[in-house]
């Protein structure tokens, strides 16, 4: 594959659309069984831990593979965390794990399947209540990791029934919903992440073996994952490499420490990073409780954190945050030094995409680079995926072979695991959105809105969704009771629709080999795969046609599901012999599908097609025609 402006060719020349899925939800834990992230023991799994057996096991991979290469997912994105790399120590490297993934890889070769390798995280790690980084790279710095929920530091599904106890629930549970993204705003993930990111400018004098805490955490991360390349080397299937899933600025570019300037989750305690600081170190404060009702808008009650006034450090240790002078408790009571110790870089407001997130993506790429100069590279803005300010600029003098990988949710359906076709709320203004017109309008251009700084901002590069997605436990999980996923179908049919309306190539959220009804993904009580229980799950919403790769250029994709026509309109390079290649799945179109073709250019000669059922794919050869083309094709 190579890349020439906003477009990916194949080695033919014709124009790809890639479309796959993430692989998978649960490759963000151990191997294990479903259900043990609910035991608070599993946070304990640190050095033995093992992720060989993720996504799925060796002798399964074959039969899960085809099945994604028989819907039309043929590029994938590879969840693979750091952790999983390099759990037991520094330089420590988990071989077996990189021999089972070397496995798979060759599996999905021999079915035509191409992945990119997601480096991923999530809040940091599974201590700070999501995964990716291993345990040590806290506990250097003296964190207790029995410590986080308890100092209000972290809150983990794991220990939520041990920790917030009340007299309604008393075992703690229900787990609040969507509550994991708050974790960003507490103590230990916006800590760390400064650190990785930002330390040399904000923990400047914070060293570990000599390095910088900055130069040290990042240097050990593309360590690991050159380990890994080296490791995978001549794995045909890989044709690219992500740098750092959902960044996050911790508390980099905040102007005021007492303030709550920037969160990710519209509802839940919402602590300032001042009171996050002070908790953390042992001192009880009361934190605003968000309600759902009001999206995050009022104050519902006030949450303690860490009542019994114990300290995430061990003896010995302190919050690096202190050691850099941002406060005291000198004569026993906390003391904000310098509430805007975050607030500037070299003189001025930091954004933190172009200082601190872009030139590690560099870093990143470059050392990786070295082993292949045509490897393509993935990357991502912050989290805040619907503005676009969260995406790095990018000049003709950064490295070249880069795709903007941004994500997008469907923030409203998300956070409240409630679907409404006519109805959703704009995430950027809080508006109201009614009408399912307007609705499935909006969800276009949000996604166009990312294409549009992509464009203006980062060279044109190529973009690709790398999530999306619903969670199939929405509407008070109707569809587990009645089997109808109707409205799931529904809700997937119009995020493709916006995919197919902007061109984009994508991999939805999820495909989890090991989903139940029970425990859904298997991390955060999260349920997005469309597989679960040995089945596809709402296959008519993800289960589409597409141009696989287009011997021109694509102009149009339109699939009309209820009616079960598809329309395609591509520009034909004459020059091209090799075919146009739509996929359309044999459940929907049958063994004799009625196919149109009109040639629009001012010429008499047609093109020749070739409809392969077993392949479940459309030919579609120039013949040396040249111009617009208009496929039809209806079930």
């Not at 490759?27 to 799994?45: I, N, Q, R, V, Y």
């Not at 420490?257 to 009880?284: D, K």
């Amino acid at each position: 594959m190579r890349i020439q402006n906003n477009l990916i060719f194949d080695d033919e020349g014709r124009t790809l659309i890639l479309r796959g899925v993430n692989l998978g939800g649960d490759a963000k834990c151990p191997f294990g069984a479903p259900g043990s992230e609910l035991d608070h023991t599993f946070l304990k799994k640190t050095k033995d831990a093992s992720f060989t057996g993720r996504p799925f096991p060796l002798e399964d991979a074959e039969s899960h593979l085809k099945r994604l290469k028989k819907a039309g997912m043929t590029f994938l994105r590879l969840v693979v965390t750091w952790e999983a790399i390099e759990h037991e120590g520094p330089g420590i490297y988990d071989e077996e794990y990189l021999a089972y993934l070397r496995k798979i890889l060759l599996i999905a070769e021999s079915e035509g399947i191409s992945v990119f390798i997601d480096p991923h995280q999530d809040v940091w790690s599974r201590w700070t209540g999501g995964d990716g980084a291993p345990a040590w790279t806290m506990e250097m710095l003296g964190m207790d990791l029995d410590m986080p929920d308890r100092c209000g530091a972290a809150v983990t599904r794991q220990r939520y029934s041990i920790y917030h106890k009340s007299k309604k629930y008393p075992d703690g549970d229900p787990f609040p919903r969507m509550v994991w993204p708050s974790n960003y705003n507490r103590y230990a993930a916006a800590t760390m992440f400064t650190l990785f990111f930002a330390g040399k400018t904000y923990a400047p004098d914070l060293h570990i073996d000599g390095e910088n805490i900055q130069d040290y955490l990042q240097n050990r991360f593309i360590a690991a994952f050159r380990h890994a390349q080296r490791r995978l080397k001549n794995c045909a299937s890989i044709k690219g490499w992500g740098v750092f899933n959902e960044p996050h600025s911790g508390y980099a570019g905040h102007q005021n420490l007492e303030e709550t300037e920037e969160f990710l989750i519209p509802f839940g305690p919402r602590p300032t990073p001042w009171q996050s600081i002070r908790a953390a170190s042992g001192y009880p404060v009361k934190v605003p409780v968000y309600s759902a009702s009001s999206f995050g808008k009022k104050v519902s009650h006030y949450e303690t954190f860490n009542p019994e006034g114990v300290s995430l450090f061990k003896e010995g240790f302190s919050c690096p945050w202190k050691q850099a002078g941002v406060w005291t408790d000198e004569g026993g009571n906390p003391k904000l030094m310098r509430g805007d110790h975050f607030g500037k870089y070299q003189g001025r407001r930091p954004v933190f995409t172009d200082d601190f997130l872009k030139p590690f993506l560099i870093k990143y790429i470059n050392a990786m680079k070295e082993a292949d100069e045509r490897t393509f590279f993935f990357i991502e803005g912050i989290a805040r995926c619907t503005q676009e300010e969260s995406h790095p600029s990018w000049s003709g003098n950064d490295p070249a072979n880069v795709i903007n990988a941004f994500h997008w949710y469907d923030g409203f359906a998300l956070f409240t695991k409630s679907f409404r076709s006519w109805f959703t709320v704009n995430v950027d203004t809080s508006k109201i959105i009614l009408g399912k017109k307007k609705v499935s309008s909006h969800f276009a251009k949000c996604l166009a809105k990312a294409i549009g700084w992509t464009k203006q901002k980062m060279q044109n590069m190529p973009c690709l969704l790398g999530e999306f997605g619903l969670a199939f436990d929405s509407n008070n999980r109707k569809g587990f009771t009645s089997g109808d996923y109707t409205m799931h179908e529904e809700a997937l049919s119009m995020y493709y629709d916006a995919v197919d309306a902007n061109l984009l190539h994508s991999t939805i959220w999820n495909y989890t080999a090991s989903n139940t009804n029970k425990y859904g993904d298997g991390w955060n009580d999260e349920d997005l795969s469309i597989f679960s229980e040995g089945r596809e799950r709402a296959a008519a919403g993800w289960k589409r046609p597409y141009p696989m790769a287009t011997a021109g250029r694509p102009l149009l994709v339109k699939w009309d599901r209820k009616r079960g026509i598809f329309i395609f309109r591509f520009c034909a390079d004459g020059d091209i012999a090799a075919p146009s290649v739509i996929y359309l799945p044999a459940e929907t179109f049958g063994i004799s599908p009625k196919i149109e073709i009109r040639t629009l250019a001012a010429s008499e000669q047609t093109m020749r097609e070739e409809y392969q059922y077993e392949e479940q794919r459309l030919l579609l050869f120039n013949e040396g025609y040249n111009g617009e083309t208009e496929v039809r094709v209806q079930k």
